[in-house]
């Protein structure tokens, strides 16, 4: 899970240092086109051909348009935020993943997990500053727009892990993201220059490899235990800001970061505590 996170994290500074160049819709392609084939071959590797077609069809296409969404508003969010600030919006997902769940799967949600989803939200608030001082902005709701998109991408997850192999859930996604992003971003594709071939040879194999991990991460351990790992994205971007772009946080992004972060755990520790499996 580590290396997940790591390799996605590397992943996103590839696609931010591409939005200068490139349409968000086309960098959500790139991103797709360029791990497809990587992830093609495990997935017949590991488990064969006849996996990738008895699917539930109509959710795996639900789910390549939640993720065209998800990535093509995350790299518009990143074409004017630090990492560090686009991961602090983002970690708001986890919450709206649990507040989703009560009316798509009809799950129970006590008074403390909708205290700790409201808690999430005013430091989401905290980071978006709303005054007008700072980050009120296209990119920052489009970062929240993606956190709501893989929301609803994680709850069809949920659905087709009942009945559908992770390698067809992998594969698909992938390439049902490189097949309506491509279509969406045709009427204004750039051709690709010869000096982005490293950044693009980097976004396939940081995006293979971080999708190779983390579904063996969650094929080995339960999700509860894992997901605060996804924390670990903060510290890679504030590194990657300082490093690549110069940048470091305020004081207000880290108060509203540690509030969603926070929050965040709470509701993990919820779901791992046997005695809170129906909440009162």
């Keep these: 899970m580590l290396l997940a996170v790591a390799t996605f994290c590397l992943m996103d500074a590839c696609m931010k240092a591409l939005t200068p160049h490139y349409p968000p819709m086309q960098i959500a392609a790139l991103r797709g086109l360029t791990s497809l084939p990587l992830i093609a071959a495990w997935a017949l590797l590991d488990g064969g051909a006849r996996q990738l077609v008895r699917v539930r069809w109509p959710l795996h296409l639900l789910r390549g348009v939640l993720s065209v969404l998800m990535l093509a508003a995350f790299a518009y969010g990143l074409k004017t ?132 991990g983390i579904t063996d991460a969650f094929q080995r351990t339960p999700a509860s235990l894992l997901a605060p790992l996804e924390y670990t994205a903060l510290v890679w971007g504030l590194g990657l800001d300082w490093l690549l772009w110069n940048a470091l946080p305020d004081r207000t992004m880290l108060i509203g970061a540690s509030i969603i972060v926070v929050a965040g755990l709470y509701l993990l520790r919820r779901e791992r505590d046997p005695q809170v499996t129906t909440p009162p």
């Design 81 to 212: 935020l630090p990492l560090a600030e686009a991961y602090s919006l983002f970690f708001v997902a986890p919450l709206l993943i649990t507040a989703l769940a009560v009316p798509i799967l009809g799950e129970r949600v006590g008074w403390r997990r909708w205290s700790a989803i409201a808690i999430g939200l005013v430091g989401t608030v905290i980071v978006l500053r709303p005054s007008g001082a700072g980050m009120l902005s296209l990119g920052g709701l489009a970062v929240i727009a993606a956190a709501a998109a893989y929301a609803l991408s994680a709850i069809v997850v949920r659905v087709l892990g009942r009945t559908d192999s992770t390698q067809s859930m992998v594969f698909w996604m992938l390439a049902m993201l490189s097949l309506i992003a491509t279509v969406l971003a045709w009427p204004q594709w750039v051709a690709p220059r010869a000096e982005h071939a490293w950044l693009l040879g980097a976004l396939a194999v940081t995006g293979a490899v971080g999708q190779w």
